[in-house]
């Protein structure tokens, strides 16, 4: 398999993941009962999404037969990276949450997937620019996943105080 044609399948399968994260974050931000959670879940759908249109963009710059060097593989940070809100609320959460919690701990395994996905994907290019591209796609993911796993850890601390130790090292 050629250099362009291992790039044309690494992108497409980024968009299926990028669309797996739109309609998960689409489908749970209903379900949810946690308010700072369902409006991550509601702008990590359009963050998501961003991360698709961009892909599709790269793609079809790439059937438009334009040579690797003249597509622009410099991701514009202004445009495309929104960093998700801050959670404001610190509240204790009750039983009822426990859902919440679940559906958390999954959105920060997918993306962890998305993260480890590209930076596998920069592995097998060999254009630098493509690469580069894919790194910081990479580092967007490991954003979002951070953010999940803090506020899981988060809820997890606020449910179970008096076990907490247990659950995270010092």
Do not use: C
């Not at 961003?50 to 690797?68: I, Q």
């Not at 580069?132 to 999940?148: I, Q, T, V």
């Amino acid at each position: 398999m050629g250099n362009v044609e291992k790039i044309v399948q690494i992108l497409k399968f980024a968009q299926k993941m990028e669309k797996q994260g739109v309609n998960f974050y689409s489908h749970y931000r209903d379900k949810v009962k946690n308010e700072s959670v369902k409006e991550l879940f509601d702008e990590l759908v359009n963050i998501e999404q961003d991360h698709y249109n961009l892909l599709e963009k790269k793609l079809n710059e790439l059937d438009a037969k334009k040579d690797l060097e003249v597509i622009s593989w410099v991701i514009d940070e202004e445009h495309y990276v929104k960093s998700p809100k801050i959670f404001a609320d610190n509240s204790i959460l009750d039983d009822e949450y426990l859902y919440d919690l679940t559906v958390m701990r999954i959105a920060y395994l997918i993306e962890n997937d998305f993260a480890e996905f590209y930076k596998n994907a920069a592995k097998e290019v060999e254009n630098e620019a493509v690469k580069s591209f894919l790194e910081g796609l990479a580092e967007w993911e490991e954003e979002h996943k951070d953010l999940f796993y803090g506020k899981y850890q988060e809820m997890l601390k606020g449910n179970w105080q008096d076990i907490s130790s247990y659950l995270f090292s010092k």
